[in-house]
Structures are given as structure tokens and as C-alpha cells.
């Protein structure tokens, strides 16, 4: 008799050995190589295996160009290493992008921007190239998988609208040869809002620019790790949006009501997956949201990372452990351990007003400033406010002439923390925050900072003001990257040890898998009587 097939549970097992350890396989290839976390990328444990819903960085200011208007800028899909082909970096197509603006200080979103993808793939079962020939234009019949997207404003009461039925999607960045003049690719993809505004959607290069090395004791434990701008030659999946003014402002009026709250995230459908397929369905939940930059990143602890990403704003302030993670940080006191500088006493009523509140003297906290809290917008009720973890921008500040990349600090008032300029250091800005700057001034002992003082390429001066992608390879020094120095422990591979072990563990888990599915189970003989 020939041994049956393997039983539902242990096809079950095998199918799920089989998809978490290509799970963990594709991570490594996309992420694992690269660093282990900036301003929000990769910084929760379950958002770290899944980048194409992974916020990194939320930006709002007034256009400097057209200061009429204010420009949303949201960034996804973290370390996008230029030459990560064949499948590159789609959006995903069973999630929900959104930008929400809360003007009257509820904690709930007054507007939210939604963008929903559709892709058309047109490579089938004839090549596994991206683009066969040089594009240069969006409708480029050599373009052969493209996106585009839907865009939706709904209101406080569920109310939406379409402002944007087919957008083109910017592609991927394959390359010098596949499109020379990705320029113009990307002024294709800049599409008109109905009632004043654009949007852009499409591939930039990371805006954010640090020194990773902060999680190595603090730059090594003496600042001798600084320098060196982790993120340059790696891109972002980026949704621009630029709008007038009156749209956000509490009752169009923003002269009166000019302080909005933004905040970015993400809901996905749950995936149910089988070898070699995958279904979207049930609800949207979110999986992933962004306020402040390093809000996730170095204030909230490790345990409730996940449950962060998860929580709308208007919950914050009911989460005790989130709260006292602001009013009693911990990174002041790791900066004391490290170098002997006194940490600020506690509770850090000043973080409180950059964090959660915004700062306005109504509060009667440390820094003697009304600027950017919707307690200062004239039609809102006092007794509705809730202190929530938001950007807040004061839309009435106008762009400064010389702007200075540590923002406020620094008295330049357009700046992080009112709002946030695409070259504002807010990696400094957040230290010095931290360490009491808003209320005693700038911390000599630490004026130094990472080093890193700007992005390493240049910002455009108009819509949509990001950078361009890079198309070359982040460790052939060509994209400004350094490449990390010691053994490697690859076993002479070459290969970065964290990505040798992520296709390791990738590896035996499949192998596993694929043993429980040929394995026959063994037969017991009833005994004799």
C-alpha cells in the first residue's frame, strides 16, 4: 500500500514554514543588507517585513514658491537600493495611502487625502525585465509594468470626493540606460487637483539624511562615529501634495484658524497566502502612521512599537506608557550614562508642547511661544482640544528668505518643529530638543551633532522639491554611501553577515517546508492479537 498524501495540518505547517522563510528571504534581499532603521524606516517589528506600507517620513511647509499654498510631502518603502531589480518598487494594490489634517485639535482627521493603486503588468510570461528599452515617456510602449492611482478627499463625516480618477505613477528608476531623462518622467507624473493644487507621485531620492550610527552607543560613545549620511544613494516611493491654504484651514479661513496637525499611514488588508499565490481581504487596518520624525524610532519603546502604528491620534494620550515615554524620555538619560551631560529634570513638560500639543503659552508649559498649536486657531473649542502625537504647522509663518536647518531652535520659525522643510535637520533639532534646547538654548556640549548638516543631493525649488531618484548602486561609493568596514562574517562571500544569515534562516525554513510536504508519515502496524 503507498503511503497518502500529507495531511491537511501538515501541508498547513509546511505551507506556512514555506511562506514565512520567503517571507524572511524577501526581506533580507530588500532590506536586510541595508541599515537597521532612520527617521521611521523599519522601526516596528511587524511594518519591518512589510516596506511597501512602511511610512518613513512626513514633511509640511509652506511652498516656498507659491506661499500660498502649504505642500504635503509623505515617503514609503524604505532603503530602496536603486538597482533592486527585477521586481523593483511597486505600491501596494490592497492598501490605503493616507495624509490627515486635523485643524480644530480633536486628534481626529478633519481631512484625510487617500491614494489607491492599480497596476498594469504587462510582462506576463514573456520577459522578466521592468521596461525593455529606454523610456522616456510614461506611456512608452518599452514601460512595461506601470501604476496608476485614484485620489479621494474624505471629510470628518465620511463625506469623500474624487480628485483624481487615473494618476500615472513615476516608475522605479531602473537605470541610466532605461531612462536617461528620468526629469522628465517625473514632471509627466505631476497632475492637477481640482480647486488649486498638484500632485506627484512616483520614486525620489531619501530626503532624510543622518548618521545611523546613533544606535552604536550614541556614535560610538566619544562622537567618533559621525559623518557619514547613512540614507544617501537610497530612494522612497513619494506622494507630494501641494494645496492652497483655505483647503486645510478650520473653515477655509486661514488667517483666522492657521494651525493644521498632519500625520501619514497606511491600512492593508490582511494576505492570506499559498505557495506561489497570495488574496487580499477582509477590513483595512492600519499598519503604520507618522507624525514627528524619530517619534517611533527613540521615543517609544520596543514592546509597543507595533501597537503605535496601530493607534489613531486621538488615542495617544490613553496610553499611560506612551505619555510618560515624553514626559520622561529615554535618550536624555542614555546621553547621561554616555557623556556626562545632566539629563533635564522631569516631567519634560517642553516635549509635551512639541510632541503632543503643540507650543502655545494657553498652556501656560516652559516655552513662551504661540506657535503652533490648534489651541491658538480662533474657532476652536478649548474643551475639544486632545493632546495627540502630530506634525503641526502654523501655515500663517511664511517662507524664510536664508533658512536655517535647525528650524526654531535656531529662530528660524518655518522650521521643525513648526512643521518640517525637507533640509531641516531634525536629526539635531530632535537632540538638542531632547536635551532641554527649547527652553535653555542651544547644548553646547552637543552643538556638533551627527555631522550630517544636509541631504546629499540638492532639493528642487518647485513642485514637487524632492530630489530626484538615484539609479546607481548604494555600495559602489558612486551614491555617497560608505560602505561598512570589518570582516563581514560572510565566510568570505563578500556578502553583509545580516543578509547571509536572513537567506540562511530563508533557507531552512523552506527546506523544512518542503520536507513536511515530502515526508511520508510513518505507518503504525496494529498489534496481533
Known sequence: MSAPPPTRRRRRVAASLIAVGSTVLAAGLIGGSGPAGASSHREAPLIAGDPAVDNTDVYAFVSPDKPDTVTLVANWSPFQEPNGGPNFYPWATDAHYDINIDNDGDARADLTYRWTFRTDDRRGKSTFLYNNGPVTSLDDENLLFRQTYTLELWDADGRDRKLIRSGKVAPSNTGPASMPDYGALRAQAVTDVPGGGKSYVGQADDAFFLDLRVFDLLYGGNLSEVGQDTLAGFNVNTIALQVPKSQL?????????????????????????????????????????????????????????????????DRDGKIPELVNRVTDPEVPKL????????????????????????????????????????????????????????????????????????????????????????????????????????????????????????????????????????????????????????????????????????????????????????????????AMS
Not at 533557507?507 to 511520508?520: C, D, E, M, P
Open 249 to 313: 484651514a478650520l473653515k477655509g479661513d486661514a488667517s483666522r484658524n492657521p494651525v493644521i496637525g498632519v500625520w501619514s499611514d497606511t491600512e492593508r488588508q490582511s494576505m492570506a497566502l499559498s505557495p506561489g499565490d497570495s488574496r487580499a481581504f477582509g477590513p483595512h487596518v492600519q499598519v503604520s502612521r507618522l507624525g514627528n520624525p524619530l517619534v517611533n524610532e527613540v521615543v517609544v519603546p520596543a514592546a509597543l512599537k507595533d501597537k503605535f502604528n496601530g493607534l489613531t491620534p
Open 335 to 526: 546621553i547621561q550614562a554616555i557623556y556626562g551631560i545632566p539629563a533635564p529634570a522631569t516631567p519634560r513638560d517642553d516635549l509635551v508642547e512639541i510632541f503632543l500639543t503643540g507650543i502655545t503659552t494657553k498652556l501656560g508649559g516652559p516655552i513662551k511661544a504661540d506657535l503652533n498649536s490648534q489651541l491658538n486657531n480662533a474657532d476652536v473649542n478649548p474643551k475639544r482640544f486632545t493632546p495627540s502625537e502630530q506634525l503641526r504647522l502654523n501655515v500663517s509663518v511664511p517662507p524664510t528668505a536664508s533658512p536655517n536647518r535647525l528650524g526654531v531652535l535656531a529662530n528660524d520659525l518655518q522650521g521643525y518643529p513648526n512643521g518640517r522643510r525637507l533640509a531641516d535637520d531634525v536629526v539635531d533639532i530632535g537632540v538638542q530638543a531632547l536635551e532641554g534646547a527649547a527652553v535653555t538654548g542651544i547644548v553646547p556640549a552637543l552643538a556638533a551633532g551627527d555631522k550630517v548638516n544636509a541631504n546629499d543631493k540638492a532639493f528642487g525649488a518647485t513642485f514637487p522639491y524632492v530630489a530626484l531618484p538615484n539609479n546607481t548602486a548604494v555600495n559602489s561609493g558612486a551614491g555617497g554611501a560608505v560602505a561598512p568596514s570589518g570582516g563581514g562574517g560572510g565566510g568570505g562571500t563578500g556578502l553583509p553577515a545580516g543578509l547571509v544569515l536572513n537567506a540562511a534562516l530563508a533557507a531552512l525554513l523552506i527546506g523544512a517546508g518542503a520536507w513536511l510536504l515530502r515526508k511520508r508519515p510513518q505507518w503504525t502496524v496494529p
